[in-house]
């Protein structure tokens, strides 16, 4: 049976470099990890990777054809037009005809997220050819903060309604799943993330001062701002490094020349993040706990962290503390000072006992992981 993975992150970028794709990373691990465990199906012997990831420059539709494991596994990145709106549409077009001229019935498609981009050729071609539809929820935009807001939530509640079956990182999302099909829904509860380390483990003694980095967007879902404004309650043992871009870059500069404690290096390449972080000894989720963000995706780098081995100190996200990663990480209220000042000297103080603690919680990845994979494989096996 074939499965067609819908997206618009990518999986490989050989021989993408004229399209110049702008995408996330994240996205990318995650597909690549839900891809993985879908090959492990016993009923799956055809996969394509179907991608409208965007870039700068469009044009014809450009695809790699590789066969790996057990059965042909096939990427395919549509083509689009011109700039703004028209390449929205003319990607969404390009996406909808593929559908109608390439699915059957007998087809499963798993689509990354509903928004309009993806949602639209879905509902299309859903109609005329009755394939069976997976959703991957890592967000839902229909309760979060986002443009368009009523319009996501629309498009969201049709695949509600018409989804055989669902994965998602998020126990609220999970739920509104189940009240929108009267607990009937089928749903597989994922963390995952590529868990390969980067960095060559090694024990350290107490820091004498404590080295923390944040690293991702800079805007105000995910707390920085706040985090920095509690760093004059620990400027005489901790230092704070952040990575990363958004709509704060430019106040972060500033504020990284009146803290003596911060340091701002903007967006890195792979290779300076992978020196950067080697130098760490804490990795901060500051992502607020009242904010829909929270509440609606799984902050999956605090996968990335300690799968190298290295100890977390995060908000108290119910995400997070209802994961089977949460007996790992260190939480911190995130508007209290007193309360990071205390978790921070609590990591300076047990720093070798919770480093190490952390480093044998690799073996639990795995095992976590492997039956993230078992799920999946089970909810797609049985839609036979």
Not at 154 to 168: K, P, W, Y
Not at 195 to 217: A, C, D, E, V, W
Not at 278 to 292: A, L
Not at 300 to 313: A, D, E, H, T, W
Request: hydrophobic fraction near 35%; aromatic fraction near 14%.
């Amino acid at each position: 049976m074939r499965l067609i993975y819908f997206t618009n992150s990518v999986f490989s970028e050989e021989g993408l470099d004229n399209r110049k794709l702008k995408v996330f990373q994240a996205g990318n691990h995650r597909s690549r990890y839900i891809v993985e465990a879908i090959k492990k199906c016993n009923t799956i012997t055809n996969i394509i990777f179907l991608s409208q990831a965007p870039g700068t420059a469009g044009g014809v539709q450009n695809q790699i054809e590789r066969t790996q494991d057990k059965f042909p596994f096939k990427e395919v990145y549509i083509g689009y037009f011109g700039r703004g709106i028209i390449q929205w549409v003319t990607s969404v077009v390009s996406t909808t005809l593929w559908f109608l001229k390439n699915t059957n019935r007998e087809d499963i498609v798993v689509v990354y997220n509903f928004l309009p981009r993806t949602a639209i050729p879905i509902i299309f071609s859903k109609f005329f050819r009755n394939y069976k539809l997976i959703v991957q929820f890592e967000e839902l935009y229909g309760y979060m903060d986002y443009p368009y807001k009523p319009i996501c939530w629309l498009l969201e509640r049709f695949s509600l309604q018409s989804a055989i079956g669902f994965i998602t990182p998020s126990h609220y999302i999970a739920d509104i799943l189940r009240k929108y099909r009267n607990n009937n829904a089928r749903i597989v509860m994922s963390y995952g993330y590529p868990t390969i380390p980067i960095l060559k483990h090694h024990f350290q003694q107490s820091p004498t001062r404590l080295q923390l980095i944040y690293s991702g967007n800079l805007d105000s879902e995910r707390g920085v701002l706040n985090f920095i404004n509690l760093l004059p309650y620990v400027t005489d043992f901790a230092d704070l490094t952040i990575t990363g871009k958004g709509p704060f870059s430019s106040l972060i500069e500033k504020l990284s020349q009146t803290h003596d404690n911060l340091k701002f290096l903007g967006f890195v390449s792979e290779d300076q993040y992978v020196n950067v972080l080697s130098e760490m000894h804490v990795c901060i989720n500051p992502t607020p706990v009242d904010s829909n963000f929270a509440k609606y995706t799984f902050p999956s780098k605090v996968i990335f962290y300690i799968s190298n081995s290295k100890i977390v100190l995060s908000t108290p996200l119910e995400v997070i503390k209802n994961s089977p990663y949460q007996k790992v990480i260190q939480f911190y209220e995130g508007s209290n000072p007193q309360s990071l000042r205390d978790s921070l000297l609590f990591i300076k103080e047990n720093y070798q006992s919770l480093s190490e603690r952390t480093r044998q919680f690799s073996a639990e990845i795995q095992k976590i992981q492997s039956k993230e994979s078992e799920d999946i494989s089970l909810l797609i096996d049985r839609l036979q």
